[in-house]
């Protein structure tokens, strides 16, 4: 601690030798030609000699990520963009003055270099450096071997550290956006319209959770902050925008884990006179379109596994237990479909369930035990018991299961999507039995939504919505373990 205490005086000191010479150490602006990354994508293929016949002037700023000489001349590398570029520091060509001010230079300062490019002995791109300005000073020195920062700690505490230090942690970020970017593209193109929906609602629904809560003073009133915007969007619908999405911050009140964070992205959109079945196509497209857009092909690595994006299975949950199950005999869809038989098959297969156990959550536990692992390739598992499914659509043929799918890639539940229910008798009921579940001790049940139900009494045509995990999604596309990885700053306990 005491050397680190000395390291920070010493800089400091170092700040008012740069004041007393003159310069502002933290000036308003800089001009420049260009960034370090575009001399480095510019002028990395010229050679020494096409560069001296050109006499490239430029103008860069950037981060001091090494300094090495301290003589008349010396050499530093830039970090900016992404990308570092070398300079050369002469005293007989900057000047003794500025040289003086090279001089106070630490690793970690920014400043800015006015020179010619040229090629070292070594062929390195450098620039030969006229004149030096110093913009910030890095006054508290960078973690040991911060190049190679690993302490994940530290990583995910101190964000700005992580992404000076590690290239590949701002190529996530850099990939994320572009991901984001493309499913834009992808929806405007097909006439969707990008809305804003309340984060504090007065009512927490659109998903099973529990919410956050909070408490407006003003109105005087008890809020949640948004587990989904999905009644809010389906409000639209009745509006009359027939296609509209949000790419929206969701929050909910439960467990960390490396597929869970309290603070999350999903993107949700709705399409009006579609069923789950189009948005299935749809989900195919957009995934397949953003990927060749992002990665550049159709294939992308993903925990150890290589990942097609080029072909989607589908089964029904009943088909996809049965496919995956583990001993010789499968059950049978009756074994499957009857609250009693399947109560013998989940105790068959070693699983504990509470007494009074529904059939749907039953089929459910059924399902993440056999199946969920098994789900690498782009797999889309459809007709959920209705019971799992409050606002969706059940089907014509049987009404225990609903017209619902969810999506995985890489054994990660990366959508979720459903023809909507739409007549405002039926979803009273659902809300009816969605209460008692929460008198019965289900926090995480809706509650009874009067003034959506009041909207569906004027009319919802039939609609289509989806959910899709943008963080999951990011993990899938830059073969990420954790979502911590892929949220700049994610939620840590506060330090002691």
Same mark, same amino acid.
């Given at each position: ?387 799992? @499914?409050? &606002? ?7 009404? $225990? %299961?609903? #017209?619902?799918? !969810?999506?995985?890639?890489? /054994? ?6 459903? @023809?909507? &229910? ?7 009921? $659902? %809300?009816? #039995?969605?209460? !008692?579940?929460?008198?019965? /001790? ?23 919505? !989806? ?30």
């Amino acid at each position: 601690m005491g050397d680190k205490v000395d390291l920070i005086e010493q800089r400091s000191l170092k700040l008012e030798e740069i004041r007393k010479l003159g310069h502002d150490p933290y000036p308003h602006r800089y001009e420049l030609s260009h960034t370090v990354a575009e001399l480095v994508h510019e002028f990395s293929k010229k050679s020494g000699q096409e560069l001296e016949q050109e006499e490239v002037s430029v103008q860069t700023v950037g981060r001091l990520v090494n300094l090495r000489g301290h003589g008349k001349a010396g050499f530093a590398d830039l970090q900016g963009s992404g990308e570092r570029i070398q300079i050369y520091v002469r005293q007989d060509r900057v000047g003794q003055e500025n040289h003086q001010l090279f001089r106070l230079f630490d690793i970690g300062d920014i400043i800015g270099c006015r020179g010619t490019l040229f090629r070292t002995k070594t062929d390195e791109l450098t620039i030969k450096a006229e004149q030096l300005d110093f913009l910030a000073k890095g006054l508290l020195p960078l973690p040991e071997k911060w190049h190679g920062l690993s302490d994940v700690e530290i990583r995910y505490r101190q964000r700005y550290l992580d992404l000076m230090a590690n290239r590949k942690v701002r190529d996530i970020f850099i990939r994320r956006g572009r991901i984001i970017s493309e499913i834009r593209n992808f929806l405007e193109s097909r006439g969707y319209l990008e809305v804003e929906t309340p984060m504090m609602q007065p009512l927490a629904g659109g998903a099973a959770a529990r919410p956050f809560k909070t408490f407006h003073e003003a109105l005087n009133i008890p809020l949640f902050l948004r587990i989904a915007p999905e009644l809010y969007l389906k409000r639209l619908i009745v509006g009359g925008f027939d296609r509209v999405y949000e790419i929206n911050r969701s929050f909910r009140n439960e467990g960390i884990s490396t597929q869970h964070n309290p603070e999350f992205t999903m993107l949700e959109f709705y399409q009006a006179y579609s069923d789950y079945q189009d948005l299935m196509n749809l989900t195919e497209e957009m995934l397949q379109t953003v990927v060749q857009a992002v990665t550049g092909g159709l294939e992308v690595q993903f925990s150890g596994n290589s990942i097609d994006f080029s072909k989607f299975v589908r089964y029904s949950m009943i088909e996809a237990i049965q496919k995956f199950w583990k001993e010789e005999s499968a059950p049978s869809t009756e074994d499957l479909c009857r609250h009693e038989q399947l109560g013998a098959v989940v105790q068959k297969a070693g699983l504990d369930f509470e007494a009074g156990l529904n059939w749907g959550k039953m089929l459910e536990l059924l399902f993440e035990h056999v199946v969920e692992e098994h789900l690498i390739q782009p797999t889309f598992i459809y007709d959920f018991p209705t019971e799992l @499914s409050p &606002l969706s659509k059940t089907k014509d043929e049987d009404s $225990r %299961f609903a #017209e619902r799918f !969810e999506l995985f890639i890489g /054994g990660l539940e990366i959508a979720n999507a459903y @023809s909507e &229910l739409n007549d405002p008798e039926e979803q009273r009921k $659902r %809300f009816k #039995e969605q209460v !008692e579940a929460r008198v019965r /001790g289900d926090s995480e049940a809706h509650e009874m939504d009067e003034d959506y139900l009041k909207a569906l009494q004027y009319g919802m045509p039939p609609t289509a919505g !989806e959910g899709i995990g943008i963080d999951r999604l990011t993990m899938v596309l830059t073969d990420s373990d954790s979502i911590r990885e892929v949220i700049l700053f994610p939620q840590l306990r506060p330090k002691s």
